[in-house]
């Protein structure tokens, strides 16, 4: 699951968030690394999603 929407990351605790974003980060490497073979990921809207739920937490810790 990439998208992670402003009304579960602000219920979120921070342990929870630091999970969160480790997990995103990590759906994140795979996609590049299914794409750098030379496969098509099978969900086109996966980057986007991922990176800007990844966006949303870091702007969430900041906070």
């Given at each position: 699951m990439t998208h992670v929407s402003n009304r579960e990351i602000a219920s979120m605790s921070a342990d929870a968030l630091k999970d969160r974003l480790t997990e995103l980060q990590e759906e994140l490497l795979q996609l590049r690394a299914e794409q750098s073979l030379g496969?098509?990921?099978?969900?086109?809207?996966?980057?986007?999603?991922?990176?800007?739920?990844?966006?949303?937490?870091?702007?969430k810790m900041a906070e």
């Amino acid at each position: 699951m990439t998208h992670v929407s402003n009304r579960e990351i602000a219920s979120m605790s921070a342990d929870a968030l630091k999970d969160r974003l480790t997990e995103l980060q990590e759906e994140l490497l795979q996609l590049r690394a299914e794409q750098s073979l030379g496969g098509t990921p099978s969900n086109m809207g996966a980057f986007k999603a991922c990176r800007r739920s990844i966006a949303r937490i870091k702007t969430k810790m900041a906070e």
